[in-house]
């Protein structure tokens, strides 16, 4: 089988595993950190894609808003509290991953008093779409 064809089925089955190298003896490694089902995903004929950075410095919050779709938080460093309404609040720490729930009122904060919070935030919308509305 050819190296590229190798690679594209692994990556398509989602078999995580082995993929080719730019060097003949070295392989990279796929890794999965994360994997959620879903069925809150913009069902349009395009969607969007964002990636976004997002800093809160200590005693940082964010406004009371709601997402249309999921939103995965990825920790760079810090913690994260999410409040969400008519659920227990959820720690995200340095490393860990999260879904938020679309359609939910929720408050993000970072609690820490010395340590600024900083997540990766990924977000599938339908093209244009604010990223969150907000909520009272």
Sequence with gaps: MH???????????????????????????????????????????DQEIRVLLATLEPGDCTPCHSHRFPVTVYMLEGTFTLELDGREAVTVKSGEIFVEPPLVKMTGRNLDARQTARMVLFYVSDPNMPFADPTE
């Design 3 to 45: 190296k590229t064809a190798e690679v594209g089925s692994a990556i398509s089955g989602l078999t995580v595993g082995v993929t080719i190298s730019a060097r003949e003896t070295g392989a990279a490694k796929l890794q999965v950190l994360h994997r959620e089902a879903t069925a809150a995903m913009p069902k349009t004929s």
